[in-house]
Protein backbone atom coordinates (compact mmCIF):
# COMPACT_ATOMS: atom_id res chain seq x y z
CA UNK A 1 0.00 0.00 0.00
CA UNK A 2 1.55 3.05 -1.05
CA UNK A 3 -1.21 6.09 -0.54
CA UNK A 4 -0.31 8.86 -2.67
CA UNK A 5 -0.95 12.04 -1.48
CA UNK A 6 -0.88 14.11 -4.71
CA UNK A 7 -3.73 11.71 -5.67
CA UNK A 8 -5.87 12.29 -2.29
CA UNK A 9 -5.68 16.43 -2.64
CA UNK A 10 -6.72 15.68 -6.22
CA UNK A 11 -9.94 13.81 -4.79
CA UNK A 12 -10.45 16.06 -2.02
CA UNK A 13 -10.83 19.17 -4.05
CA UNK A 14 -12.78 17.50 -6.47
CA UNK A 15 -14.74 16.58 -3.37
CA UNK A 16 -15.30 19.83 -2.44
CA UNK A 17 -15.88 21.73 -5.30
CA UNK A 18 -18.28 19.14 -6.94
CA UNK A 19 -20.50 17.37 -3.63
CA UNK A 20 -19.51 18.65 -0.18
CA UNK A 21 -20.58 22.24 -0.61
CA UNK A 22 -23.90 21.07 -1.99
CA UNK A 23 -24.44 18.85 0.63
CA UNK A 24 -22.74 20.68 4.00
CA UNK A 25 -22.88 23.94 4.61
CA UNK A 26 -20.65 23.76 7.94
CA UNK A 27 -18.84 21.89 10.66
CA UNK A 28 -17.16 22.06 13.64
CA UNK A 29 -13.43 20.86 14.65
CA UNK A 30 -12.65 20.46 18.30
CA UNK A 31 -9.15 20.12 19.65
CA UNK A 32 -7.69 20.64 15.89
CA UNK A 33 -4.72 22.28 17.74
CA UNK A 34 -3.88 19.03 18.98
CA UNK A 35 -3.55 17.33 15.85
CA UNK A 36 -1.19 19.97 14.60
CA UNK A 37 0.80 19.02 17.19
CA UNK A 38 1.50 15.63 15.96
CA UNK A 39 1.64 16.21 12.28
CA UNK A 40 4.90 14.37 11.75
CA UNK A 41 3.73 11.32 14.51
CA UNK A 42 2.14 8.12 13.18
CA UNK A 43 -1.60 8.65 14.47
CA UNK A 44 -4.08 6.10 15.31
CA UNK A 45 -7.57 8.08 14.61
CA UNK A 46 -10.46 6.57 16.55
CA UNK A 47 -13.79 8.91 15.20
CA UNK A 48 -17.71 8.19 15.94
CA UNK A 49 -18.96 6.92 12.86
CA UNK A 50 -22.52 8.94 12.84
CA UNK A 51 -22.95 9.49 8.96
CA UNK A 52 -21.60 7.74 5.41
CA UNK A 53 -19.62 11.44 5.11
CA UNK A 54 -17.87 10.60 7.74
CA UNK A 55 -15.17 8.67 5.21
CA UNK A 56 -15.45 11.94 3.19
CA UNK A 57 -15.22 14.47 5.24
CA UNK A 58 -12.93 13.19 7.88
CA UNK A 59 -9.62 12.74 5.27
CA UNK A 60 -11.12 16.11 3.80
CA UNK A 61 -10.41 18.02 7.12
CA UNK A 62 -6.63 16.24 7.42
CA UNK A 63 -5.83 17.04 3.95
CA UNK A 64 -7.20 20.94 4.20
CA UNK A 65 -4.78 20.80 7.26
CA UNK A 66 -1.75 18.99 5.72
CA UNK A 67 -1.88 16.29 7.42
CA UNK A 68 -0.96 12.83 6.14
CA UNK A 69 -4.04 10.91 4.82
CA UNK A 70 -4.76 8.05 7.22
CA UNK A 71 -5.33 4.51 5.71
CA UNK A 72 -9.13 3.92 6.58
CA UNK A 73 -10.59 0.41 8.03
CA UNK A 74 -14.05 -0.15 5.36
CA UNK A 75 -16.70 -2.64 5.63
CA UNK A 76 -16.36 -4.68 1.63
CA UNK A 77 -19.71 -3.61 1.15
CA UNK A 78 -18.00 -0.76 -0.17
CA UNK A 79 -15.50 -2.76 -2.39
CA UNK A 80 -18.35 -2.34 -5.05
CA UNK A 81 -16.90 0.19 -7.27
CA UNK A 82 -15.37 0.01 -10.75
CA UNK A 83 -12.25 1.95 -9.88
CA UNK A 84 -11.57 -0.17 -6.37
CA UNK A 85 -8.04 -1.74 -6.54
CA UNK A 86 -7.09 2.24 -7.46
CA UNK A 87 -8.57 3.49 -4.42
CA UNK A 88 -7.79 0.36 -2.22
CA UNK A 89 -3.96 0.84 -3.34
CA UNK A 90 -3.56 4.61 -3.93
CA UNK A 91 -6.29 6.35 -0.52
CA UNK A 92 -5.32 3.31 1.58
CA UNK A 93 -9.30 2.21 2.47
CA UNK A 94 -8.71 -1.22 4.23
CA UNK A 95 -11.65 -3.74 2.90
CA UNK A 96 -12.67 -5.99 5.62
CA UNK A 97 -16.10 -8.21 5.38
CA UNK A 98 -17.38 -7.74 8.74
CA UNK A 99 -19.88 -10.08 8.97
CA UNK A 100 -17.36 -13.07 8.62
CA UNK A 101 -15.35 -11.69 11.36
CA UNK A 102 -18.01 -11.23 13.88
CA UNK A 103 -19.10 -15.41 13.04
CA UNK A 104 -18.29 -18.21 15.98
CA UNK A 105 -15.18 -19.65 15.61
CA UNK A 106 -12.83 -19.43 13.14
CA UNK A 107 -13.56 -21.07 9.72
CA UNK A 108 -11.58 -20.87 6.35
CA UNK A 109 -13.67 -17.95 5.20
CA UNK A 110 -12.64 -16.27 8.40
CA UNK A 111 -8.84 -17.43 9.23
CA UNK A 112 -8.27 -16.39 5.39
CA UNK A 113 -10.06 -12.54 5.89
CA UNK A 114 -8.13 -11.99 9.58
CA UNK A 115 -4.62 -13.18 7.49
CA UNK A 116 -5.55 -9.91 4.99
CA UNK A 117 -6.63 -7.42 7.95
CA UNK A 118 -3.15 -8.95 9.56
CA UNK A 119 -1.05 -8.23 6.83
CA UNK A 120 -2.69 -4.88 6.01
CA UNK A 121 -1.75 -3.34 9.35
CA UNK A 122 1.36 -5.11 9.68
CA UNK A 123 2.10 -2.96 6.14
CA UNK A 124 0.33 0.24 7.77
CA UNK A 125 2.18 -0.13 10.96
CA UNK A 126 5.98 -0.66 8.99
CA UNK A 127 5.28 2.23 6.75
CA UNK A 128 4.62 4.42 9.73
CA UNK A 129 1.03 5.49 7.51
CA UNK A 130 -1.94 6.63 9.69
CA UNK A 131 -4.83 4.25 10.09
CA UNK A 132 -8.42 5.87 10.64
CA UNK A 133 -10.97 2.61 12.66
CA UNK A 134 -14.01 3.07 13.22
CA UNK A 135 -14.39 1.07 15.97
CA UNK A 136 -18.53 0.84 16.55
CA UNK A 137 -18.06 -1.34 13.14
CA UNK A 138 -20.81 0.56 11.59
CA UNK A 139 -22.23 3.47 11.03
CA UNK A 140 -25.18 4.62 12.88
CA UNK A 141 -28.70 5.00 11.35
CA UNK A 142 -30.52 7.36 13.38
CA UNK A 143 -27.39 9.63 13.92
CA UNK A 144 -26.65 8.57 17.72
CA UNK A 145 -23.06 7.04 18.96
CA UNK A 146 -23.54 3.67 19.27
CA UNK A 147 -23.81 2.06 22.53
CA UNK A 148 -21.04 -0.49 22.09
CA UNK A 149 -17.70 -0.94 20.05
CA UNK A 150 -16.03 -3.81 18.18
CA UNK A 151 -12.31 -3.60 19.45
CA UNK A 152 -10.98 -6.43 17.66
CA UNK A 153 -9.16 -4.05 14.66
CA UNK A 154 -7.99 -2.04 17.20
CA UNK A 155 -6.52 -4.93 19.40
CA UNK A 156 -4.71 -6.63 16.47
CA UNK A 157 -3.56 -3.17 15.23
CA UNK A 158 -2.25 -2.22 18.41
CA UNK A 159 -0.35 -5.67 19.12
CA UNK A 160 1.39 -5.17 15.70
CA UNK A 161 2.50 -1.80 16.29
CA UNK A 162 4.33 -3.09 20.21
CA UNK A 163 5.42 -5.93 17.82
CA UNK A 164 7.35 -3.48 15.80
CA UNK A 165 8.32 -1.01 18.53
CA UNK A 166 6.17 1.43 17.15
CA UNK A 167 4.09 3.93 19.71
CA UNK A 168 1.44 5.63 17.88
CA UNK A 169 -0.73 8.50 18.84
CA UNK A 170 -4.45 8.16 19.40
CA UNK A 171 -6.54 10.76 18.48
Keep these: MDINQERI ?5 DLNTTYLKKFIR ?21 PNHLSLFDFV ?5 LNDY ?41 SKKKKEEILKLNSKLEEVVS ?8 V ?6 NGKIMERGDSGV ?4 LKISKKQNKEPYGC
Design 9 to 13: NSISR
Design 26 to 46: GFEIIGMENLKKLKDKQILYL
Design 57 to 61: IIPKI
Design 66 to 106: KLKHPATIAGSNLNHWPLNKLIEEETGAIFINRKTMKEEGI
Design 127 to 134: KEHNLMSF
Design 136 to 141: ESGRSY
Design 154 to 157: LNRY
